[in-house]
């Protein structure tokens, strides 16, 4: 699991700034010896560790400076433990809700593509809002594996590329927490663009680490973690859909609903007091329902003209 080591310094992912625009934001705490295949999975129990990262005073996205290469990313993502099918059908059902608006909006309801798609949940719930064709991309192994047999058809193993698909083929292309993993989200988004039907539409979701809850925690937020090569805030997630030409740009705050013990495992605190409250938590009545809490992720969408 031991990256590449990166020499080079990169512009800003969004904007293109160079190092006179970037100032420091996070220092470099990776710690290699804790890097595993849990390291890279989704939804694991938060590690604390992250790259060197800067910030750009022309965007105001976070970013690492000195990433890692593609191919080791990608090396990283295929191996990657999966244990969280259960809440990737609660955050499925978070995304379908917040989605509702743009949809009233969108133009056509034939073909849609999610990047990253895990198991395929959100793709269930396009299924249910009428789309026709479903694809998924998912570069983990295990999360296809752990798909509903119904599911794993639709969802293609691998790291997106545009070239895997016709241009303007799409009405909708999601892309849910990802954004942050990949190097170059400039790109991936552009090529969205390109691969979107007229008047169709792109949705994001990122964290939003200008949020209260992310400000409150600092270097303790969840959002800190080894896998984000960027972070952004509602203005720079909206911003990296404007700088690509996308128009009716929005984005909205949105709830997500866990299990208590799913939110417990985010929370910091020593591990003795955080698996002895788990234990207590698993089976019980109060762990059968669902808490809605705004921890600060964002939706953005942008759509391509007609």
Same mark, same amino acid.
Request: net charge neutral; charged share 20%; with cysteine.
């Given at each position: 699991m031991k990256h590449d080591?990166?020499?080079?310094?990169?512009?800003?992912? !969004?904007? =293109?700034? *160079? $190092?006179?625009?970037?100032?420091p934001f996070l220092s470099d705490t990776r710690d290699e010896s804790r890097v595993s295949?849990?390291?890279?999975?989704?939804?694991k129990v938060p590690e604390y560790m992250s790259h060197a990262?800067?910030?750009?005073?022309?965007?105001d996205l976070a970013y690492v400076d000195r990433p890692p290469s593609v191919a080791s990313l990608a090396v990283s993502y295929h191996a990657a433990d999966y244990d969280s099918a259960e809440e990737a059908e609660d955050a499925a059902e978070a995304y379908a809700g917040a989605l509702g608006p743009v949809l009233g909006? !969108?133009? =056509?309801? *034939? $073909?849609?593509?999610?990047?990253?798609?895990?198991?395929?949940?959100?793709?269930?719930r396009l299924k249910g809002f009428g789309f026709a064709d479903l694809i998924g991309v998912e570069p983990s192994?295990?999360?296809?594996?752990?798909?509903?047999?119904?599911?794993?058809?639709?969802?293609?193993?691998?790291?997106?590329?545009?070239?895997d698909f016709a241009p303007e083929s799409f009405d909708l292309i999601?892309?849910?927490?990802?954004?942050?993993?990949?190097?170059?989200?400039?790109?991936?988004?552009?090529?969205?663009?390109?691969?979107?039907?007229?008047? =169709?539409?792109?949705?994001?979701?990122?964290?939003?680490?200008?949020?209260w809850l992310n400000r409150l925690l600092g270097r303790r937020s969840p959002i800190v973690d080894i896998e984000h090569m960027q972070l952004f805030s509602a203005t720079s997630a909206k911003r990296l859909l404007q700088h690509n030409g996308y128009t009716a740009v929005g984005g909205a705050s949105f709830r997500n609903s866990y299990r208590p013990s799913y939110w417990l495992r985010l929370v910091p605190m020593p591990d003795g007091i955080k698996q002895t409250l788990t234990r207590l938590l698993h089976g019980s009545w109060l762990d059968r329902h669902?808490?809605?809490v705004n921890v600060g992720n964002f939706m953005s969408w942008g759509f391509k003209p007609l």
């Amino acid at each position: 699991m031991k990256h590449d080591p990166v020499t080079s310094v990169r512009a800003c992912p !969004l904007c =293109g700034a *160079g $190092a006179d625009q970037a100032e420091p934001f996070l220092s470099d705490t990776r710690d290699e010896s804790r890097v595993s295949a849990s390291s890279f999975a989704s939804r694991k129990v938060p590690e604390y560790m992250s790259h060197a990262m800067v910030r750009c005073r022309s965007c105001d996205l976070a970013y690492v400076d000195r990433p890692p290469s593609v191919a080791s990313l990608a090396v990283s993502y295929h191996a990657a433990d999966y244990d969280s099918a259960e809440e990737a059908e609660d955050a499925a059902e978070a995304y379908a809700g917040a989605l509702g608006p743009v949809l009233g909006q !969108l133009k =056509g309801r *034939g $073909a849609a593509l999610e990047i990253g798609t895990g198991t395929g949940a959100f793709l269930e719930r396009l299924k249910g809002f009428g789309f026709a064709d479903l694809i998924g991309v998912e570069p983990s192994s295990a999360a296809i594996a752990a798909a509903p047999a119904h599911r794993q058809p639709w969802i293609r193993e691998g790291i997106f590329e545009e070239a895997d698909f016709a241009p303007e083929s799409f009405d909708l292309i999601c892309c849910f927490m990802t954004l942050e993993h990949v190097q170059d989200p400039g790109a991936l988004v552009a090529s969205a663009y390109r691969l979107l039907r007229p008047g =169709g539409v792109f949705v994001g979701v990122t964290h939003d680490r200008r949020a209260w809850l992310n400000r409150l925690l600092g270097r303790r937020s969840p959002i800190v973690d080894i896998e984000h090569m960027q972070l952004f805030s509602a203005t720079s997630a909206k911003r990296l859909l404007q700088h690509n030409g996308y128009t009716a740009v929005g984005g909205a705050s949105f709830r997500n609903s866990y299990r208590p013990s799913y939110w417990l495992r985010l929370v910091p605190m020593p591990d003795g007091i955080k698996q002895t409250l788990t234990r207590l938590l698993h089976g019980s009545w109060l762990d059968r329902h669902r808490l809605p809490v705004n921890v600060g992720n964002f939706m953005s969408w942008g759509f391509k003209p007609l």
